[in-house]
């Protein structure tokens, strides 16, 4: 499976912003996908995660009730809706994803991913 990110940008604290990872090669397998994120001088971590079916959705806790994780499956894109953004939300957002059996479940740790894709940067200015 090949991940593209895109639409990351500049947005002023406060703002909305809404990231896209496009998925190609054996899409036909079920797989579910997940965002990570690293901002400078951090380690990667965890934001978020949607299972095959996209009935199943998990949050980091610094992004709970703020970013919106969805899937248009006819379309093999994953979104991440990001808003009332913070300073300490830039980083460099990665989509990543795993071929799986179950239906409904989400994958949280950088371990259980198999494919990433090249990352997308969102700046948010103060």
């Known amino acids: 499976v090949q991940l593209q990110a895109s639409g990351g940008g500049l947005v002023q604290a406060g703002g909305s912003l809404r990231v896209s990872c496009a998925t190609s090669?054996?899409?036909?397998?079920?797989?579910?996908v997940g965002w990570f994120r690293q901002a400078p001088g951090r380690e990667r971590e965890f934001v978020s995660a949607i299972s095959w079916s996209g009935d199943n959705t998990y949050y980091s806790d610094s992004v709970k009730g703020r970013f919106t994780i969805s899937k248009d499956s006819a379309k093999n894109l994953v979104f991440l809706r990001m808003a009332s953004l913070e300073p300490e939300d830039t980083a460099v957002y990665y989509c990543?994803?795993?071929?799986?059996?179950?239906?409904?479940?989400?994958?949280?740790?950088?371990?259980?991913?198999?494919?990433w894709g090249q990352g997308t940067l969102v700046t948010v200015s103060s």
């Open positions: 090669g054996r899409t036909g397998n079920m797989y579910a």
């Open positions: 990543a994803a795993r071929f799986t059996s179950y239906l409904d479940y989400v994958y949280t740790r950088q371990d259980d991913y198999h494919y």
